[in-house]
Every structure is written in structure tokens, then in C-alpha cells.
């Protein structure tokens, strides 16, 4: 038994699955999950002192690798100065007028320590604003993890939402209605059933819970006529794309200007923070200004703030995101080359630096395309990877994120250890 290993036993019998949070237990790829001691740049290090080229970038919030100078001296600085004080800040002005700046449709907004907890607020907000309470959210999208989120499509055309976990009450599930990303027409009829009575739609613009999905020509706009024209909200939760394609996120990249956004993950630079904003009349019903209640303790951290200002302006050098988008370029067109030499099936979606493989389709446009990739031949691709030094997202449907740290010569060591990997298993 492996240190890391002897660590998990432990932690198995005092925490849930050994993990604060399900993914990292390694259920869809098996094997025993890697405790991680440190990280640097574009490295992870685990108990057992392997180092790991890692893609999964805390799941996203890691855009600038792990452990970055600049982020440490903020810290420093910040901590130095106390942690929390429950008072309002300067560096929350300078970080709510930073976000602002970059993307325009958010007027004004509102910290918070997690992406849960911006979704779940954005939507009391919007059933406040329009005095309705159905939600609609796209089978596939995550939107965190509150009881109305936990969602899941029925069968065939979209229908009334049944709970995707234990202890999420009918009840609640029932004021979530699904529709299916990149199929306007099961919205259309959303509308046309329940139009009166829809609060708001809510989606990730590029979705990356499902594997990274784009959007079709049209389906955001389309999103943005519908919404407009039935007098719901449009929230794009941006945790995810939301200075990682674009420093405006997707909104930017697909000129679509939603009511709210949600914002997390690279917001917090590595931290815990994350923000809901937008239109300016429906912000101001947020107590202590209007009728909505929200709060939190550690709402608007010192340190987490000090640690996403540093990163967002960071971010704002010239040039950011067409080299991120280069370097995820550069891994899309090595993986390619493999998979054409070794005629591995399989299709590779990338929106800038964030991208998934999946086996064994030819196509994914949706998240039923999705579903009917090989999850044996990824667990099989993660493994060989994993023991080829290269720590990718254990799980199918997730994103592989570049940071700025990754160096070429980490794309290509990548790249070759996935040829070694499709090579071997072509031959059997
Ligand atoms: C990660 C994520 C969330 C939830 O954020 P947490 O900080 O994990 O609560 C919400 N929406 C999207 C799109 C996400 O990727």
C-alpha cells in the first residue's frame, strides 16, 4: 500500500468517501485516488512524491498554474493585514468595479464563497424580479449543487423535473423545468406550456459539465429572443467560462448580453469566491437595498479577494487569451494526429483552453451525444496517463483545463504519453 493510498483508508473513516467533494473519489475511473501534497506551476505533487502534469486545475479556478508568485505576495500582503472582518472592504470595490469593466452586462453584483451559492442566489433574484418561480435549466448543465439545481431531464421531450439526488423534495424539483442544450425548439415549447409562470432560464453558455459543448450558431441568441420575449430572466452561469475563453467569458465571445451572470472558479484566483451580478434594477432588489434576503460570514474574503484581483489583472495583459487559446491549440492538434494515426475513434471538443476527448463518437453537439461515449476506454486512457506522470479530470465528462504554466514542452510530453497510450491499445 502507497502512501496515498494509506491516507485514503484513513480518511474513509471519518469523511464521507474519503472526499469533501464526490468527483475526486475516483468512482468512474476506479483505482485509488492520488493525495496531493503540492503544486507548482503547471505540477501537482502527490504523497508518494510523484510529480503529475495536471490538467484539472482544481476543477478550473487555476488558470495561472499552482502556487504563482504573484498570487503568494498577495496573500501575504492581505493575511498580513488580518483575514475576515464581516466589514466592507476596499479591494471588494476594486474587484466589483474590475469584473464590471470586463464584462459590461454586469452592473452591478455581489460577492459570495462559492458557485452554489451565486446560482441558488441568482435565482431567488430572479423569481423576486419577475414574481414567478419556475426555473429552466438544460439537462447536462451544472449549476452547483442547491435542492432546485439537482435536476435531471426525463425521457424523450422535455417535461417536469424529477430529483437527480436523495432528499431534494418533488416539490422543488417540480419548479424546475429541462430543456435540452442546443435544441431551441424543447425551450419553444417550455414557453408555450408554462411561459406565464417561468422566472428564468438558466445555462452555461459553453457547457462544460458535460465534456465541453458549444453552443450552435443561434441557440444563444435564440435563448436571448425567448427569454426577452416571455418577460423571463437569461442567467448565464459563467463559473466555469468566465475569464477562462474570454475575459469577458462567453457573453463576450458571443456578443449575448444575459440579465445575470454567475461568476466563480477564476474569480477566487484559487480561493473561495464567486459572484452573481447584472442588470441594475434587478440587482437593486438585494436587501439591504430591496426585499431579498442573502448574505455570508466570509462573503467578500480579504484574501480571496486579493488573491482574484491579482488574477484578473493579471488575466487583462494583451495577449492572454489567444496564447491560452494557442496552447489549447497546440494539445487539440497532437491528440488529433494521434487519433488519425492510430484511427482511434473518438472526437475532441476545445473552447480556447479548456477541452474533452471523448471515445468512440464521432460527433458531440448535445449531452445525449455525450452519454454515448466509451467510459471503459477513458478510465483505461486515464490510467495510462495517470502512471505516464499526466493527472487528468477521472471522470468522462469534464474538461481538461491549460493554464498559463503549461509550457509547450508539458503539451507535447502530454501529447506523446497519449500516443504511447493509442498506439499500445490499438494493438491490443
Ligand atoms: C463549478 C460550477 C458550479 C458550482 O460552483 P461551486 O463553487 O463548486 O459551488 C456552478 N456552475 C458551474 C457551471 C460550475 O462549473
Redesign the pocket.
Known amino acids: 500500500m502507497d502512501k496515498s493510498e494509506k491516507i485514503f483508508v484513513r480518511a474513509q473513516r471519518k469523511i464521507p468517501g474519503g472526499v469533501n467533494?464526490p468527483v475526486r473519489a475516483w468512482k468512474s475511473v476506479g483505482g485509488v485516488p492520488r493525495m496531493v501534497t503540492r503544486g507548482k506551476g503547471s505540477y501537482i505533487y502527490d504523497a508518494d512524491g510523484q510529480r503529475y502534469i495536471d490538467f484539472v486545475a482544481s476543477?478550473?479556478p487555476l488558470i495561472l498554474g499552482h502556487a504563482p508568485p504573484e498570487i503568494l505576495l498577495a496573500l501575504k500582503q492581505s493575511a498580513a493585514n488580518g483575514t475576515t472582518f464581516g466589514a466592507p472592504t476596499e479591494g471588494e470595490v476594486e474587484l466589483a468595479e474590475l469584473v464590471s469593466r470586463f464584462m459590461p452586462s454586469v452592473e452591478l453584483l455581489r460577492l459570495v464563497s462559492?458557485?452554489?451559492?451565486?446560482?441558488m442566489s441568482a435565482i431567488r433574484l430572479a423569481r423576486a424580479f419577475t414574481r414567478r418561480t419556475k426555473l429552466v435549466k438544460f439537462d447536462g448543465?451544472?449549476?452547483?449543487?442547491s435542492d432546485g439545481l439537482l435536476v435531471k431531464a426525463g425521457s424523450g421531450v422535455a417535461t417536469l423535473g424529477l430529483p437527480d439526488s436523495a432528499g431534494v423534495p418533488t416539490a422543488f424539483a417540480r419548479e424546475t423545468l429541462t430543456a435540452k442544450y442546443n435544441d431551441i425548439s424543447s425551450l419553444q415549447r417550455l414557453f408555450s406550456q408554462y411561459g406565464k409562470t417561468i422566472a428564468a432560464v438558466i445555462v452555461?453558455p459553453i457547457c462544460?459539465?458535460m465534456g465541453v459543448i458549444l453552443p450552435e450558431p443561434g441557440f444563444l441568441a435564440a435563448l436571448r429572443e425567448l427569454t426577452q420575449r416571455h418577460g423571463a430572466l437569461l442567467i448565464f452561469?459563467?463559473?466555469?467560462?468566465g475569464f477562462r475563453v474570454a475575459l469577458g467569458g462567453a457573453q463576450e465571445i458571443f456578443k449575448i448580453s444575459p440579465d445575470l451572470t454567475?461568476l466563480?472558479?477564476i474569480l477566487g484566483g484559487g480561493l473561495?469566491l464567486?459572484a452573481f451580478g447584472g442588470r441594475r434594477d434587478v440587482m437593486n432588489l438585494l436587501a439591504p437595498v430591496g426585499p431579498v434576503y442573502q448574505a455570508g460570514t466570509l462573503s467578500g474574503n480579504p484574501l480571496a479577494v486579493a488573491a482574484g484581483l491579482t488574477t484578473l489583472r493579471l488575466l487583462s495583459r494583451r495577449g492572454t487569451y489567444r496564447y491560452l487559446a494557442a496552447k489549447g491549440k497546440r494539445l487539440e492538434d497532437g491528440f488529433s494526429n494521434v487519433l488519425k494515426k492510430t484511427a482511434i475513434r473518438a472526437t475532441i471538443n476545445r473552447a480556447g483552453s479548456m477541452l474533452t476527448i471523448f471515445f468512440g463518437v464521432d460527433k458531440v453537439q448535445s449531452p445525449d451525444d455525450a452519454r454515448q461515449c466509451d467510459r471503459q476506454m477513458f478510465a483505461n486512457f486515464f490510467h495510462s496517463m495517470l502512471a505516464q506522470g499526466i493527472y487528468l479530470p477521472p471522470a468522462p465528462f469534464e474538461a481538461m483545463f491549460v493554464s498559463l504554466a503549461h509550457s509547450n514542452a508539458d503539451l507535447d510530453k502530454t501529447i506523446l504519453a497519449f500516443d504511447r497510450w493509442a498506439s499500445a491499445s490499438k494493438r491490443g
Open positions: 467533494s476543477w478550473g462559492s458557485g452554489t451559492e451565486a446560482t448543465c451544472y449549476h452547483g449543487h452555461e462544460g459539465n452561469d459563467e463559473v466555469i467560462t454567475c466563480g472558479k473561495p464567486a
